[in-house]
């Protein structure tokens, strides 16, 4: 079994096969991480190497643990550790680190496009640990795992994504899931936040949170992403909060049994209430755990390992 492809750049690009392949081949890596000894074979005697312009907890981590249990080589640099400080390109720092015969390359850089740019400048195969505000596509079919895991069906699923749309690339990558999957996703939040080409994408934009909140299985909430912002888009914090956090109070508008999801690293009492957070509705930390397996099934299928 593998992925038809070289690399993994967005979920624009995948079908609805590719996405369920993906999701069937994490549900065997998932039984991998619950075992005392944590390790199979698949990907002995290939290199990984995680390649990180900007900050990250959760991909990095989840990428390093993957490829180790998938028993790969992995090599970690970041921007502070690499000669991309002494001016050296992207594309020549990747043909380098190709040189040495990697065979994947995991890129998360503050640009949009940088991922795609390197995947067709190198051989190796590269997947997107998140672009600017371009794609995150990891992220996006974790969340759907998870769902998944849940027993939730992706037909006719209603998922509200609410917050900072314009900036934020696990959005981008959701909407792009959720809808190839049949699901029905509601964009919510303040219109300087809200993209006007969203509706093409499939969403149907709300203002009111309230609203949106209404009858859904799932709420997704991002991250205010106060470093990818220009001027302000909102008056003040506060006034975010109290019109587009989640609360318990708002979660009672959603369905009985809604599942509240965050890709984190969340603002505890900004977009998300700490009661909510850390509620019996959250599913936050599974979607950490299972980022994971899906790991370990992108990794697996791009390595063309059978
Ligand atoms: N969800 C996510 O991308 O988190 P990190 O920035 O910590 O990797």
């Known amino acids: 079994m593998s992925l038809k492809r070289k690399d993994l750049v967005s979920i624009a690009s995948l079908d609805p096969d590719e996405i369920m392949l993906i999701l069937e081949t994490a549900d065997s890596f998932k039984e991998v991480s619950g075992r005392e000894i944590k390790k199979v074979p698949a990907l002995r005697g290939k290199t990984v190497v995680n390649f990180f312009f900007e900050p990250s907890t959760r991909t990095r981590t989840s990428f390093e643990l993957a490829a180790k249990r998938l028993s790969a080589d992995v090599i970690n640099f970041s921007t502070s550790s690499s000669s991309v400080v002494k001016g050296e390109t992207l594309l020549d720092t990747a043909r380098n680190i190709e040189a040495m015969q990697a065979d994947i390359i995991v890129l998360r850089h503050p640009a949009a496009g940088a991922a795609e740019t390197l995947a067709r400048g190198v051989k190796s195969s590269v997947i997107n640990a998140g672009d600017g505000w371009h794609e995150h596509p990891t992220q996006a079919l974790l969340d759907l795992f998870t769902l998944r895991e849940k027993k939730l069906t992706f037909k ?91 609360t318990s109070e708002r979660l009672k508008l959603a369905d009985s049994g809604a599942l509240v999801m965050h890709p984190g690293p969340i603002n505890r009492g900004v977009e998300i209430a700490p009661e909510v957070a850390d509620g019996f509705a959250s599913v936050i930390l599974d979607q950490v755990t299972n980022g994971v397996a899906v790991r370990m099934a992108v990794l697996y299928l791009l390595s063309g390992a059978s």
């Open 156 to 246: 006719g699923l209603r998922v509200a994504i609410v917050g900072d749309l314009a900036h934020s690339r696990v959005a981008r990558s959701n909407i792009y899931a959720l809808t190839k999957m049949g699901a029905e996703v509601r964009a919510v939040g303040p219109p300087t936040m809200i993209p006007a080409f969203l509706d093409r994408l499939g969403a149907r934009v709300y203002y009111n949170m309230d609203e949106a909140l209404r009858g859904v299985d799932v709420i997704l909430m991002l991250r205010l992403q106060l470093e990818r912002q220009g001027p302000a888009l909102f008056p003040t914090i506060r006034e975010y909060s109290r019109l587009y956090g989640l």
